[in-house]
């Protein structure tokens, strides 16, 4: 099990690994190519986070990774449009100042797809690399803010108390490093919690058990191992038995990005409602927004879902989700997540404005703060970001009455310093501010 971590894992780190220094112009080689494919061309689990294969893996998560669906119900909520194609050729500039299209710079940056949503309406849609709006792709992390939106739903209901200990409602966490933090501090990636996700270091918790138990990454031999000869199968193992307190901070503190935090609040939402991860999801949300295509969820080696960065599901169901969360939880009329716990993401403390400036991966980029599981920009207009690793998010503007959703097939998967990520958010904002006039 100590062998040499091959692939490296990094759902969690959303963004700030590895700095790059420029746009990389995308590769052009073939992925799958032929009937069966070559070799050289064939997607492995092993290779379906690199570039150029996860241009083809992140729209076919269900080849590499284990899988479990979420189906689609009820009446589509049509988006009429596109209304204004033109958009593609809407002037924004990158973070190097260059000039260019709104296409041209996503089809640059790696995008696999693009939606442009104000108010009701599409306003426009583009599609790279074979993508196209029938195709389910995976979310990472963007999965997060999906979590924390069940969570929601349990808190207003009085079944959850966000002052209390995830020990309340997970007994098996007692003496593990998330006894003594608050689902609150969880929802902020504020716990203090002693694992860090490395991606060097092959003898770490990270690369031995948490990475082959999520069953995201891939590590030789971990898909044989069998949960009668394994201390740590499943997801769910790791986080009671591995995760420790971090005794030099005290939980609410600091921010900490870290994945195990929303695994966490996955299982406690499956606990209390009694219910699948994915079932809770899926008659709770996902049969309510009026999607068009059934989503899946990435299941760990236990087969239990992957909250923390399993999602999967088209452009535009990604954008009906962003829609329902800017429309503070309604959808047709319907709430469908309590306004007040929609509303309670933007409500932004002096200490959680702090906590993101004193991080030193993200301190000097343009989040204001980290908050119930979303990405802020700018409170005051209701702008965030859900956001995923390789360059996937789901863009909020409430004064702008907009929503935009973008795929991506990034190289690298950080984004605190990757050009490619701060392109396309660039952009974004830039039509944004546009789009309120």
Same mark, same amino acid.
């Given at each position: 099990m100590k062998a040499i971590l091959i692939s490296y894992f990094t759902v969690a780190c959303v963004i700030g690994c590895i700095p790059k220094l420029g746009a990389e112009e995308p590769t052009k080689t073939t992925v799958m190519d032929g009937f069966p494919?070559? *070799? &050289?061309?064939?997607?492995?689990?092993?290779?379906? *986070? &690199?570039h150029p294969f996860n241009q083809w893996t992140f729209r076919n998560a269900g080849a590499p990774l284990n899988v479990v669906m979420i189906p689609r119900e009820g009446k589509i909520r049509e988006l009429p449009g596109p209304t204004q194609p033109g958009l593609a050729d809407f002037m924004v500039t990158d973070v190097g100042g260059k000039i260019m299209g709104l296409d041209t710079l996503f089809s640059t940056n790696y995008a696999d797809g693009l939606v442009v949503v104000k108010g009701g309406d599409l306003l426009h849609e583009s599609y790279f690399n074979q993508f196209n709006g029938h195709a389910q792709h995976l979310w990472f992390s963007m999965s997060k803010s999906l979590v924390s939106s069940a969570l929601g739903l349990l808190v207003a209901e009085g079944k959850v108390d966000l002052t209390a200990s995830p020990v309340k409602y997970i007994p098996e966490l007692k003496g593990s490093g998330f006894e003594r933090v608050s689902l609150q501090n969880v929802l902020d990636m504020a716990s203090s919690i002693d694992f860090k996700e490395t991606y060097t270091d092959i003898n770490s918790d990270f690369a031995v058990h948490y990475a082959p138990a999520l069953n995201l990454g891939w590590l030789k031999g971990a898909a044989d191992v069998q949960p009668d000869s394994a201390n740590i199968y499943g997801v769910h193992d790791f986080l009671a038995k591995f995760i420790k307190p971090d005794t030099q901070r005290k939980p609410g503190d600091n921010f900490d990005y870290n994945s195990s935090n929303a695994d966490v609040l996955g299982w406690i939402i499956a606990r209390v409602s009694g219910q699948p991860f994915q079932d809770y999801i899926q008659q709770n949300i996902w049969s309510k927004l009026g999607a068009e295509h059934d989503a899946y969820i990435a299941v760990d080696r236990a087969f239990m879902p992957a909250v923390t960065g399993g999602m999967n599901s088209t452009t535009r169901d990604a954008a009906r989700f962003g829609m329902m969360i800017r429309d503070r939880g309604q959808i047709n009329g319907e709430q469908v997540i309590p306004s007040s716990w929609v509303d309670s993401t933007l409500d932004i403390t002096d200490k959680l404005r702090s906590n993101m400036k004193a991080n030193l991966n993200y301190g000097s980029e343009p989040w204001s703060a980290y908050h119930n599981m979303w990405w802020l920009l700018d409170e005051t207009k209701g702008e965030y970001c859900a956001v995923g690793?390789?360059?996937?998010?789901?863009?909020?503007?409430?004064?702008?009455?907009?929503?935009?959703?973008w795929f991506s097939s990034q190289p690298g998967a950080s984004a605190a310093r990757d050009v490619n990520f701060k392109s396309k958010l660039k952009a974004a904002r830039t039509l944004a501010d546009y789009l309120k006039k």
């Open positions: 494919p070559t *070799r &050289e061309s064939q997607a492995t689990m092993q290779n379906y *986070r &690199e690793i390789h360059g996937q998010v789901i863009y909020i503007n409430r004064a702008a009455d907009t929503v935009m959703v």
